[in-house]
């Protein structure tokens, strides 16, 4: 049984299709035709056949893409001062706690 969510995502698909210039009016309108009178999965094979893939998963929200080629090293990212200031506050609590340990110990 095909399901009004699967009409729409497929509808999206076919109409995505069409726009971009992937299927013309006669095919967009039979594949439409199709997808309207299916009652089973397997009536919507042809209706889906020929349509670029479609993506199932989502990149990672840590994933920054920079548009360069596969093996390319990336830009250097800028230093961000918070980080550094975080950084030193830790090393001067670090020093100051031995600097007391060493005055306490003697």
Do not use: I
């Not at 009016?25 to 009652?39: I, K, N, S």
């Not at 209706?47 to 199932?56: D, K, M, N, W």
């Amino acid at each position: 049984m095909v399901t009004e969510t699967e009409r729409d995502q497929l509808n999206a698909r076919l109409n995505a299709a069409y726009t971009s210039g992937s299927l013309d009016a006669d095919d967009y309108q039979a594949r439409l035709d199709q997808l309207f009178a299916a009652r089973t999965l397997g009536e919507l094979v042809p209706v889906v056949s020929g349509l670029p893939a479609l993506r199932t998963y989502a990149d990672p929200a840590l994933v920054e893409s920079t548009g360069g080629q596969p093996g390319e090293l990336a830009p250097s990212r800028d230093t961000n001062r918070l980080t550094l200031l975080v950084v030193g506050g830790v090393a001067l609590a670090v020093v100051v706690l031995a600097v007391l340990l060493l005055v306490l110990a003697g």
